[in-house]
């Protein structure tokens, strides 16, 4: 499978700054998708990465929070935006790479501690 | 109703007893079917797919009732190192997944 790397792995932040986290894969992809995971939480999808075009959302989130882009398909990257203590959480990227499959494989998530 | 309900556990198991956990999804469209390992403060890891009435690899089984829209998995002759998180995971009919909560596994020694 695909190895994906994330920057950074953990970073701490204060209110309405924002964060950008980048997500590489060492091979090409078609379908890349960011999701968060709240402390004792599962993880929830947050949106797909379209390679050139916009992203698409889960119902819950909004680009003007989490701009994702996708500028080729091996790289994508998320912004937490405006940043408040509820949006403290594990970012994880992962791919398909198994040609319809349906097996996602993720990278090692960005602890976000927002104060 | 969620999407995908587990049985939180936890599950509390000697080394070298039988486990076993189920749970059930609601999408009667969804086609492919997932158990991920997740290990404390770490990313979930693939474990197995489901993509029949069920499958084995190794000590590990899990089996798929679409009629009743559940899923399963048996943990034979546990380890310590099974000692972990367990996501179910079903796709949404698309190429999206749901995630379950998780069933959480310690096996003492």
């Known amino acids: 499978s695909a190895v994906i790397s994330q920057k950074p792995s953990r970073d701490i932040c204060q209110r309405g700054t924002s964060l950008t986290i980048q997500c590489q894969v060492d091979?090409?992809?078609?379908?890349m998708f960011w999701y968060r995971q709240q402390p004792g939480q599962s993880l929830t999808l947050i949106a797909t990465?379209?390679?050139?075009?916009?992203?698409?959302?889960e119902s819950g989130f909004v680009i003007d929070k989490f701009p994702i882009s996708r500028p080729n398909l091996t790289f994508s990257t998320l912004t937490v935006s405006n940043m408040s203590p509820e949006d403290s959480s594990i970012y994880l990227c992962s791919v398909d790479d198994t040609a319809g499959g349906y097996e996602q494989f993720f990278g090692p998530g960005t602890r976000l501690t927002v104060l | 109703r969620k999407e995908v309900e587990q049985d939180p556990g936890p599950f509390n198991v000697p080394e070298g007893a039988t486990v076993a956990f189920n749970c059930t999804y609601s999408n009667s469209a969804s086609q492919s079917f997932f158990w991920y390992r997740q290990d404390c403060r770490k990313e979930p890891k693939l474990l197995m797919s489901v993509y029949s009435s069920g499958n084995e690899d190794g000590r590990f089984t899990a089996q798929l009732n679409r009629a009743s829209q559940y899923i399963s998995l048996l943990i034979r002759d546990s380890k310590l190192s099974d000692s972990a998180t367990y996501l179910c995971?079903?796709?949404?009919?698309?190429?999206?997944?749901?995630f379950g909560a998780g069933t959480t596994v310690t096996v003492r020694a």
């Open positions: 091979s090409q992809v078609t379908m």
């Open positions: 995971v079903v796709n949404r009919g698309d190429y999206k997944l749901s």
């Open positions: 990465a379209n390679q050139g075009s916009e992203a698409t959302y």
